[in-house]
């Protein structure tokens, strides 16, 4: 048998040159149809970014327009093929039609959305889902001026002008300024630095979230809620509701008090006329003449005027440590001076004199402790001055179990009510007691007093034009003044006393005054003297005052 031929499989040199110089011309055929394909993407993306510039543009132009009833102007607009049509701005003012003012009502700085594609584009009105703004200012004119206002709340009219409807807006750095119209009054101003918007439609409420620093107190306000529609023809009558947390408030910030606040609640009703209702937290709590701090806690219910920030406490139930204190009234605007006066009728019931003694008193042990009931009318002017010092109050206290911490003071208290009713001896051992040091024994009767009276506070230092005073034995009538901010007394006037004056004596003495008792006895009490009442709280000096 013969063997089958053998064939060689591999190709011939001449085979396998053709097969790559094939290969090389496909692969240049591809890279040209590329690159061919890429010059008519860019073409195409630049024929979609020429047309979708103007288009945008006009569609954004339009509808602030008609939105606002404004002439706009915008510096500059662009438009990106970065993820669907990119367009930011930049030097957006509207002008209100009607309104006589070189100052835009509404600046923006910075603006950017995106459109995600064409078919979105040339839809009619386009759809935005989220506008970021960077750098917005809001400028309400005068209450004279506003009724040249544009029309904001229009629901029912035309709405063909408005081409475009955005769901969300996010701005970094709102102004919002409230002009007044008055060249000596500074325009009220509000600087929010986080607002956002949704549901941003014509006619409809918005709801927001804002966060901002509040300047004086300085701290921060959260905010949540619902605004509008805006009432262009009345702004004041502009609907808002939401809720509230004032954070990190440090009082030190206002001269003359200090601690740090917190406070949180809800809101309703329309722009210039917001009930307010909330509660306040200050565990620290203190008046800077004294430094002493104290728990302050307050739940309130107010009028605020949006619109000026004129405030009306409808009241304010506070208790201070033990002391219960209700205020009502009104913290308004002053005219020609930059400030607020706070105007409040306060009521202190019940109450610790102790308490309120440790936050204006410098020493750390206050003079005296005891009840305390309390009505003052409290007027705090707007002003540079610390608060102690340019606070004025008017009205009438009554005081009632009163026990002095000094034993001297305390001692004197107790050494005149024991001679009042007759019982010279136990006064003198008190007496002795305390000339020993023995403060215990010198303070052993602990008399209660009982004080009233009428009372004015103006400049640091009260003056008192009634004062009763009143232990068993002894009742003292008295006038005069205490400086808070050097704790001195200076108070004059007349005590009368159960016993005679023989009677508030021992020994010899007492036979030697019998014969003057006649004179001293007037008006019904066994003895009437003039007295008065002079030196520091910590060491008064009483004495007679023939």
């Known amino acids: 048998m013969t063997n089958p031929v053998q064939h060689d499989a591999s190709p011939s040199p001449s085979s396998s040159s053709h097969h790559k110089r094939r290969l090389h011309r496909i692969l240049i055929w591809v890279s040209s149809i590329l690159a061919v394909l890429v010059i008519a993407a860019v073409i195409a993306g630049e024929i979609l970014i020429h047309h979708a510039n103007p288009i945008l543009k006009a569609k954004v132009i339009q509808t602030l327009s008609t ?62 889902h989220h506008v970021q703004v960077s750098g917005l200012s809001i400028r309400i004119p005068p209450k004279d001026q506003r009724s040249n206002m544009p029309h904001l709340h229009n629901t029912g009219g035309d709405q063909s002008g408005i081409k475009i409807k955005v769901v969300q807006i996010d701005v970094d750095q709102t102004t919002l300024v409230l002009e007044n119209g008055k060249p000596n009054k500074v325009p009220l101003t509000f600087v929010i630095h986080k607002l956002t ?65 917190a406070s949180n609640g809800t809101y309703k009703g329309q722009l210039d006329n917001i009930s307010v209702d909330g509660e306040t937290t200050t565990p620290d709590f203190s008046l800077d003449i004294a430094n002493h701090t104290l728990p302050l806690n307050t739940k309130f219910h107010a009028i605020v005027d949006g619109t000026n920030g004129d405030t009306w406490l409808q009241p304010v139930d506070a208790w201070l440590r033990h002391t219960h204190i209700i205020a009502k009234g009104e913290i308004v605007r002053m005219p020609n001076v930059q400030g607020r006066d706070i105007r409040l009728d306060v009521t202190v019931d ?48 009554q005081l009632l179990d009163i026990h002095f911490s000094n034993p001297k003071v305390q001692s004197k208290v107790d050494e005149l009510s024991l001679r009042g009713q007759g019982h010279p001896k136990k006064a003198g051992k008190e007496g002795d007691a305390l000339k020993n ?66 009677q508030m004596v021992t020994g010899w003495k007492s036979w030697l005054l019998k014969p003057v008792d006649p004179f001293f006895a007037k008006n019904g009490a066994g003895t009437e003297v003039p007295i008065k009442i002079q030196g520091s709280s910590s060491h008064p000096s009483v004495g007679l005052n023939f």
Do not use: C
Not at 115 to 125: F, I, K, M
Not at 203 to 231: R, W
Not at 351 to 364: F, R, T
């Open 67 to 128: 939105r606002f009833d404004s002439r706009v102007q915008l510096d500059k607009f662009q438009v990106s093929l970065i993820k669907g049509f990119q367009v930011s701005g930049s030097g957006l003012k509207l002008y209100p039609n009607h309104l006589q003012s070189d100052q835009p009502l509404i600046a923006v700085d910075r603006f950017s959305f995106r459109v995600l594609g064409w078919r979105q584009l040339l839809s009619t009105p386009l759809l935005v």
């Open 197 to 261: 918007l949704r549901s941003v439609a014509a006619g409809q409420p918005m709801k927001f979230h804002a966060t901002l620093i509040n300047p004086k107190p300085i701290g921060n306000i959260d905010s949540s809620g619902d605004f509008g529609p805006f009432d262009s023809d009345s702004p004041g009558d502009t609907a808002v509701r939401g809720t509230y947390s004032f954070s990190h408030a440090d009082l030190n910030t206002i001269k003359g008090i200090g601690g740090m606040l």
């Open 350 to 397: 019940p109450g610790h004199i102790e308490d309120l003694l440790y936050l204006a008193d410098k020493d750390p042990q206050p003079l005296m402790n005891g009840q305390v009931t309390l009505h003052t009318q409290f007027d705090l002017p707007p002003g540079p001055e610390d608060v102690p010092k340019k606070l004025r109050l008017k009205g009438s206290f």
């Open 437 to 502: 040091g023995n403060d215990q024994a010198a303070t052993a009767a602990n008399v209660a007093s009982e004080m009233r009276g009428d009372f004015t506070l103006g400049g640091g230092k009260i003056t008192l034009p009634t004062l009763n005073y009143r232990v068993p034995g002894a009742e003292v009538a008295l006038q005069g003044t205490y400086s808070i901010t050097d704790q001195n007394l200076d108070f004059t006037g007349h005590a009368r006393l159960d016993a005679h004056v023989s």
